[in-house]
């Protein structure tokens, strides 16, 4: 069994109090404040054995890394066509590149936005790269019937808020908007333009899935069933130019994404992912602790000074 620092402190110090004790009953200098005392720092004890802590928030006020990422990725039924890396679905490449990002960025602040018919903060605010990797790999796409036409740019007012909400909370930190998704625009007005969001941003980075020949799509992540109009398979094709469009817009770069790998980009420096399971409360033991040991300190030198005029008294 290990022991931990603690429980030798509280060891310590319940051993001290009942030093204290029976030295004063030995030299009869046991009183009712002195008993007081000693009680007091026995219960003192039991506190610290309760290990009081403060709650753990799910945020710390601060990540590690000074760097807010806003990640953009596009769940239209787009991005269930089959022509990433092989047959496989978009969606598997921005599963895998989420994955590679976070182990690249390593300790930073995440939110997710999800764009389909609308845009929607799918993760609020947090360090936690289980949490990030974890929506990216089940996020799939919406379900064809539900399409009502796709709007590329449907998520700018939601990023550049939450980017601009940082900024405000966040001063000192870096700012990241990472967007991934094939361009694809179907809706009839023409996409608006993600430039708000770049006056809170450090760096940007698109990326885009899909082959200009195009891919079929399943309705649903678990369907076996392609979308279809008239009895005709439908064929879904990157469009790199609004990719590139958005990039600009941003102010940063664009890459297409065709197989699982590291990123031509340029990222920030890594470092050490930070997840949320791990956050602790901040111990308030120690506050107990020294409680308990300024009446025993006290208690002591008493018994010290009774020791010695006993010695004295024998002489």
């Known amino acids: 069994m290990t022991v931990t620092p603690l429980w030798w402190l509280i ?5 001290l109090a009942i030093v204290w004790l029976i ?3 030995s030299h009869g200098a046991l009183r009712t404040g002195p008993w007081l005392r000693g009680f007091a720092v026995l219960a003192l004890v039991a506190v610290i054995a309760t290990q009081p802590a403060l709650a753990a928030t799910d945020e710390p006020a601060e990540a590690p890394a000074g760097l807010d990422v806003v990640l953009v990725i596009d769940r239209t039924t787009s991005m269930g066509a089959e022509d990433y890396d092989g047959d496989r679905p978009r969606m598997d490449g921005v599963a895998a590149d989420v994955t590679e990002l976070v182990s690249r960025l390593g300790a930073a602040r995440y939110s997710a936005i999800v764009s389909d018919n609308e845009a929607t903060q799918a993760l609020p605010w947090t360090t936690d790269a289980r949490a990030v990797t974890s929506l990216a790999q089940t996020v ?4 064809e ?3 009502t036409g796709s709007d590329i740019a449907a998520a700018e007012p939601l990023a550049t808020q939450l980017l601009s909400d940082s ?5 000192e ?3 990241l908007l990472v967007y991934l998704g094939d361009g694809e625009q179907t809706s009839p007005e023409a996409p608006s333009s993600f430039a708000p969001a770049a006056a809170y941003l450090d760096g940007a980075l698109v990326l885009g899935y899909g082959t200009t020949e195009g891919g079929r799509m399943r309705t649903t992540p678990d369907s076996d069933e392609y979308v279809t109009r008239d009895g005709s398979p439908q064929i879904s094709r990157i469009d790199e130019d609004n990719l590139r469009q958005i990039a600009a817009q941003l102010g940063g770069g664009y890459e297409h994404r065709t197989a699982p790998g ?3 980009s340029d990222l920030p420096a890594a470092a050490v992912a930070v997840s949320g399971d791990d956050a602790a409360g901040r111990s308030l033991a120690w506050i107990a602790a020294a409680a308990a040991l300024l009446p025993l300190l006290w208690g002591l030198s008493v018994c010290v000074r009774h020791w010695r005029r006993s010695r004295e008294d024998v002489r």
């Open 167 to 171: 900024a405000a909370t966040r001063p």
């Open 140 to 143: 799939g796409w919406r379900d």
């Open 23 to 25: 030295a004063g009953i």
């Open 11 to 15: 060891a310590l110090v319940a051993a």
């Open 145 to 147: 019937s539900y399409g």
């Open 173 to 175: 930190a870096h700012r």
């Open 262 to 264: 590291v990123f031509a």
